[in-house]
């Protein structure tokens, strides 16, 4: 019964899917705790929550041709040093605020999200915020009160206020400083960030 | 002569649970509709219900309600082919229905939360009760688990009845692909501080949802369709099915990777993700090929006209939203600058209507002919301006918009991430300039372009056939020859 050729046999079509599907998925799996491993918080593409405490920039790497974070000396968030697990607290007050108030269906983060808003991956270095010595005044100012301190650039479109709490506040700048210190291979690229420290 | 009254009691029990799902699914799909309007509308209009219903409550309605609308849709859709499928009755049928009504109970809470509660302090207790706060599965944690429990009854209800009656490929790899698109669900149910890892397993959900097991879903309910509506051979559509789950999980599985090129994740991911991506167009090509031959070796020649058109629809929405649009920016070196623009937004929307919309609308227009009594829904029906209407506005409304969003997002990439360097003023510089704001303004034209076509549409699921007293006995006499394949498989 079975005269069929081979690349038009049911049977053999049928086998391939399982292998090909089976063989993707070890694949994945094999690669995924690789990359899980990596981008743990305490590596070198995904800093520990500590880095709060340091001067982060980004800038353009000749080797790797795009821009990448650069810790640098010592920059405490808020003018006060905090360990390790005082950080993670803080950073986690931030992210869950910022899933709680919905953000990312505005704004985009490492680039995922909503269009309404500008991107904040970057958020903690943008030359908006002036200088280093007005930035975290500024950040807490706004998120405390976006609509007295819009800016909208001519396009009218304001942040709402979202009852953010002056805690809450200070988590997310946390959570936002923490983030500007992920490698993400060069995403956003071009991106001027604010000046700081003496050069 | 008798017209062609809705009659309930004509169908089989899982098909019964399958027109409840239906009805809630497009009822969800107004929803979505009316919430894009408004959303669409805050672009232009940015101080339209501003501090009441602002644009990310707005916008987490609408893709909910999309999310959900396709789930019950798929629901539906197997309700309705399991009892024809695996020639058993549905096991359980008290429990389908059962779990119909939690499901919708809870989709109501969880809306009525979104809408009135909105937000709320910065805690875990407002992920497990208010919003999740992450695009697509924002429903709080307690609907998770609703969902999770909702699909295990599913599940169980399918594999059962498959046990209890036969087996046949489309069932096989259809309770298979089940499990892994349940499976992934929980990928995306848990907190996690570290945004990078988050966003990592909250791609397992939507990539591994859309570009491998939703595919190979309605892959399974467009091989059914195509033995349905034009009588074509099984195993010919059967090994078909086989060749795409290889094609589209031979690309797609890896293909997860182009959307781990900015997050953190490893430079590795640059060149498998755009490799694999890249061949994701493959098997959306291979079902356009497959369903246009079958179709025209059947001489275009179908019982249901608006179901058949709708599955061509979907056949190329699926290729040029997924397929075209999905390419364009799925290279790093492109991807760098249009991520996370309104040319992504371009390619959702034309990729979730192309792909997902369109087959379920069709299989409810299978499901209307036979609610009513097999009732004629070829040629020259009364009224049939009205769905070919619908889906022309329905149709050309997305098209619209797409490529509305196309030239937005174009105008974004340029300005504000190439040239500005996605700084909040560069942002601006993009929202503001000409091109961008043309775009904006014909979207919204193209809404209601879409929303009139989605007017048509429901109106004619209420009415198309019911003033029809043919049936498809009197077709297939004129048509011997979409019988005589259904006959060949019996007689194998
Ligand atoms: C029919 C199946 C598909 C659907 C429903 C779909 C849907 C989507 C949606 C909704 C997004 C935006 C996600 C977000 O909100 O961030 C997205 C992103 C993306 N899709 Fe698809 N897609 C499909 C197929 C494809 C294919 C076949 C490709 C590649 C060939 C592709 C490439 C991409 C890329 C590269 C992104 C990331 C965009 C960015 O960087 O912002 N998609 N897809
Ligand atoms: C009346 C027609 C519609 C309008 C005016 C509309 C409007 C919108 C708006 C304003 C957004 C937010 C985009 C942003 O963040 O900037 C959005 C997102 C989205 N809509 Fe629609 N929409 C409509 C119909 C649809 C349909 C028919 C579908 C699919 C079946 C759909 C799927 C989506 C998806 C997947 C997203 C998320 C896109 C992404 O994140 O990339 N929409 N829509
Ligand atoms: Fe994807």
Redesign the interface.
């Known amino acids: 019964m079975n005269t069929d050729p081979w690349w038009?046999?049911?049977n053999f079509?049928?086998k391939?899917?399982i292998f090909?599907?089976a063989f993707?998925?070890l694949?994945?799996i094999g690669?995924t705790f690789?990359?899980?491993s990596?981008?743990?918080?305490g590596t070198e593409?995904?800093p520990a929550?500590a880095v709060i405490n340091n001067r982060i920039d980004y800038v353009f790497n000749k080797e790797r041709n795009f821009q990448v974070p650069k810790i640098g000396a010592e920059a405490p968030l808020f003018g006060k040093k905090l360990t390790e697990s005082e950080a993670?607290d803080l950073?986690?007050?931030?992210?869950?605020?910022?899933?709680?108030?919905?953000?990312?269906?505005?704004h985009?983060?490492?680039?995922?999200?909503?269009?309404?808003?500008?991107?904040l991956?970057?958020?903690w270095l943008?030359?908006?915020w002036g200088t280093e010595a007005s930035r975290e005044q500024l950040m807490t100012n706004f998120l405390l009160d976006p609509?007295g301190n819009a800016?909208?650039?001519?396009?009218?479109?304001?942040m709402?206020?979202?009852?953010i709490?002056e805690p809450?506040a200070k988590?997310i700048i946390a959570?936002l400083k923490w983030?500007s210190s992920?490698?993400?291979?060069?995403?956003?690229?071009?991106?001027?960030p604010i000046k700081q420290g003496e050069e | 002569m008798q017209l062609h009254a809705f009659n309930y009691s004509a169908l089989n029990s899982g098909q019964k649970v399958a027109v409840k799902y239906f009805m809630a699914a497009m009822v969800l799909f107004a929803a979505q509709i009316a919430f894009g309007i408004i959303a669409g509308l805050?672009?232009i209009f940015?101080?339209l219900f501003?501090?009441v219903l602002?644009?990310?409550?707005v916008?987490?309605v609408h893709i909910n309600a999309m999310i959900v609308w396709m789930l019950f849709g798929f629901l539906g859709s197997v309700y309705w082919l399991i009892e024809d499928e695996s020639g058993a009755e549905l096991v359980g049928a008290k429990l389908a229905n059962f779990t119909f009504w939690i499901f919708l109970l809870a989709v109501t809470i969880v809306v009525l939360v979104y809408l009135f509660v909105?937000?709320?302090?910065?805690?875990?207790e407002?992920?497990w009760f208010?919003?999740?706060?992450?695009?697509y599965i924002?429903a709080p944690r307690w609907a998770d688990i609703g969902i999770v429990a909702c699909m295990l009854v599913f599940f169980y209800n399918t594999a059962a009845t498959f046990l209890k009656g036969k087996w046949s490929?489309i069932s096989g790899?259809l309770v298979l692909d089940l499990i892994a698109l349940a499976g992934l669900y929980m990928a995306g149910m848990f907190?996690v501080?570290?945004?990078?890892?988050d966003?990592?397993w909250?791609w397992w959900v939507i990539h591994l949802w859309v570009e491998a097991t939703w595919e190979v879903l309605v892959g399974c309910v467009m091989a059914w369709g195509l033995i349905k509506t034009l009588g074509a051979r099984r195993?010919i559509v059967?090994?078909w099915l086989?060749?795409e789950?290889?094609l589209m999980?031979?690309s797609g599985?890896?293909g997860?990777g182009h959307?781990?090129?900015?997050?953190?994740?490893?430079?590795?991911?640059?060149t498998?993700g755009g490799f694999f991506s890249a061949l994701e167009p493959i098997p959306l090509v291979a079902m356009v090929v497959h369903s246009v031959y079958d179709a025209g070796s059947h001489g275009f020649k179908s019982t249901n006209h608006p179901a058949l058109a709708w599955l061509i629809a979907h056949a190329f929405g699926n290729f040029l939203g997924g397929g075209v649009w999905g390419f364009m920016h799925t290279l790093p070196q492109i991807n760098?600058?249009t991520?996370?623009?309104?040319w992504?937004?371009s390619h959702g929307h034309l990729a979730f209507f192309g792909a997902y919309a369109t087959i379920i609308i069709a299989v409810i227009y299978i499901a209307i002919q036979r609610a009513r009594g097999d009732v004629w829904m070829s040629s020259d029906i009364a009224g049939g301006w009205r769905w070919k209407w619908a889906l022309g506005l329905l149709n050309a409304g997305v098209m619209g918009m797409t490529m509305a969003l196309l030239v937005s997002g174009y105008e974004?990439a340029f300005t504000e991430?190439?040239?500005?360097?996605?700084?909040?003023?560069a942002?601006?510089?993009a929202?503001?300039a000409a091109w961008f704001v043309q775009g904006m303004n014909w979207r919204a034209i193209f809404g209601f372009v879409t929303a009139a076509g989605l007017v048509l549409l429901l109106w004619d699921m209420m009415v198309i056939g019911r003033g029809d007293s043919r049936d498809i006995q009197e077709l297939n006499t004129g048509h011997a020859d979409d019988n005589s394949d259904t006959g060949a498989i019996l007689a194998t």
């Open positions: 038009s046999s049911e079509w049928r391939s899917a090909v599907t993707m998925a694949i994945l690669l690789h990359t899980v990596v981008i743990v918080a593409r995904v929550y993670y950073v986690t007050l931030g992210k869950l605020t910022v899933q709680s108030k919905n953000c990312m269906n505005c985009t983060m490492l680039g995922n999200g909503a269009y309404y808003a500008p991107d991956t970057k958020a943008d030359p908006g609509v800016r909208t650039y001519g396009s009218g479109r304001r709402p206020n979202l009852n709490t809450e988590g959570f983030m992920i490698d993400t291979n060069g995403f956003p690229a071009n991106f001027d | 805050q672009f940015p101080d501003f501090g602002d644009f990310s409550v916008r987490m909105q937000i709320g302090p910065g805690k875990i407002s992920i208010i919003n999740e706060g992450r695009e924002e490929g790899v907190y501080t570290n945004i990078s890892v966003q990592h909250w195993k059967t090994t086989y060749i789950v290889a999980f031979g599985i890896l997860l959307h781990y090129f900015w997050i953190g994740t490893p430079e590795y991911w640059l498998i760098l600058y991520h996370g623009t309104q992504t937004a974004q991430r190439a040239l500005g360097g996605s700084t909040w003023t942002y601006f510089a929202q503001n």
